[in-house]
């Protein structure tokens, strides 16, 4: 095929007119690079993807957008119809995520393994059975000296008049319940026994559900938790069961995605991704898409997008999502803030962000889904960018979909188009 007939149109949501010389589809997977068509991601000169790596060389997943779970190699771009997983370092202090059979502690229950499919669409799941009307409980404590601990699992309805199971995040050196709860596996509800807050449920393919449960103090040494497969409603019936997958401990305020250990602990190491650049000179505007990749708030800045001349906070432009998710930009000139400022509303988890910024000499405006921010007039310009990067040095949290930039400064309506 004759050069001048490759395809140049990236299926981003930018006008024709508009079209940004730099972009990148993380969708589907295209590129354009200094404005010339460059097809794959991987194409754009100088790309640098170091992806999240598991500790032990197992898999690491990420969702798609209809909620199944897609799993990945070790050291693989996870590349979904959501877009690119871009997350933090993290590690599951569980032992034997998904065998229920070992390293946890069983009271009047049985685990029968390769029961359903679970949510990456494996034969993995595991039932959990009560055995007699008794208390029936599975459970398993994990070394933490945080602040803050998360706990998440993956759950389906089994059997049972009612559908509720309960689970219990404990403090089982001090026998103290840090949130306890019953969870309904037809509709998602919550019904808070102990806490009222760092509990959710999110509805995945086929049934299942994540259950995710944070509790922010009373930590220490032998935080776990406690599966009640067969009680509700104070009353527990021998023959009911669950389905179970994937069990989860992080030494965090959010969750991440599911990292799988076997007879020890495993860390998934943080997603890196950047490409070099020269001959970019300020003004430039920044566009990015982006969501969320937990439903619990994340605390501090997840960048999603910058240009540095040296590194984020010393001279650079960002678009970011805020510690409340929302929507911001940010701009440094050698080591001052020279402006920031972030949308009114928070995104939403599961919807994407569009957001846009100029930056030019007393020049910047922020438009995150189409409304536009004060402009700022008082901004010293940072240096020439040498480095464009998604996500951060110590990795975000979120999906990334499309990214552009301009080497000048757009308008307010062009701003407002591109955002929209």
């Not at 933490?144 to 089994?158: D, L, M, P, Q, V």
């Not at 605390?299 to 540095?308: A, H, N, R």
């Not at 402006?339 to 995150?368: E, I, L």
Request: hydrophobic share 40%; net charge neutral.
């Amino acid at each position: 095929m004759r050069p001048a007939l490759v395809p140049i149109l990236l299926a981003d949501p930018l006008l024709w007119a508009a079209k940004a010389p730099y972009a990148w589809d993380f969708l589907k997977d295209r590129a354009r690079f200094a404005g010339g068509y460059k097809g794959a991601l991987a194409n754009t000169p100088g790309w640098t993807a170091t992806p999240a790596t598991h500790s032990a060389g197992g898999v690491l997943y990420a969702s798609t957008a209809s909620g199944a779970l897609q799993s990945f190699a070790s050291g693989t771009l996870r590349r979904t119809d959501n877009g690119v997983l871009i997350e933090g370092a993290r590690t599951n202090l569980y032992l034997q995520s998904n065998n229920f059979s070992a390293s946890w502690n069983l009271t009047n229950v049985t685990v029968t393994a390769a029961a359903t499919t679970a949510p990456d669409g494996t034969l993995t799941a595991q039932k959990v059975e009560a055995t007699t009307s008794a208390s029936t409980i599975i459970n398993q404590n994990a070394a933490n000296g945080a602040t803050s601990s998360t706990f998440s699992i993956y759950c389906k309805k089994g059997s049972g008049a009612t559908d509720a199971r309960s689970f219990v995040l404990r403090n089982h050196t001090t026998s103290t319940n840090l949130l306890s709860v019953e969870v309904d596996y037809d509709t998602g509800a919550i019904t808070y026994n102990v806490g009222s807050s760092g509990v959710s449920m999110t509805a995945l393919a086929d049934g299942w559900w994540r259950l995710v449960m944070t509790a922010t103090s009373g930590i220490t040494s032998g935080d776990g938790i406690r599966c009640y497969p067969a009680f509700s409603g104070g009353s527990e019936t021998a023959g009911e069961y669950c389905y179970l997958w994937g069990a989860q401990l992080e030494a965090a305020s959010f969750p991440s995605s599911y990292i799988p250990t076997t007879t020890a602990s495993a860390t998934r190491a943080a997603d890196v991704l950047t490409v070099p650049v020269s001959g970019l000179t300020y003004p430039l505007s920044l566009f990015a898409e982006a969501e969320y990749s937990s439903p619990s708030a994340a605390t501090g800045t997840d960048y999603i997008f910058s240009t540095e001349a040296s590194s984020i906070g010393v001279d650079s432009a960002s678009l970011y999502f805020s510690g409340l998710q929302k929507p911001s930009w940010l701009v440094f000139s050698g080591s001052a803030n020279q402006g920031n400022s972030a949308a009114a509303a928070s995104a939403s988890f599961g919807a994407p962000a569009k957001m846009a910024v100029r930056v030019a000499t007393n020049d910047a405006r922020f438009c995150s889904g189409g409304t536009l921010l004060a402009a700022d007039t008082s901004l010293n310009l940072p240096a020439s960018p040498t480095l464009i990067r998604w996500g951060s040095t110590g990795g975000s949290n979120m999906y990334l979909r499309r990214a552009a930039i301009w080497p000048r400064a757009l308008s307010d309506s062009e701003l407002t188009t591109v955002s929209t």
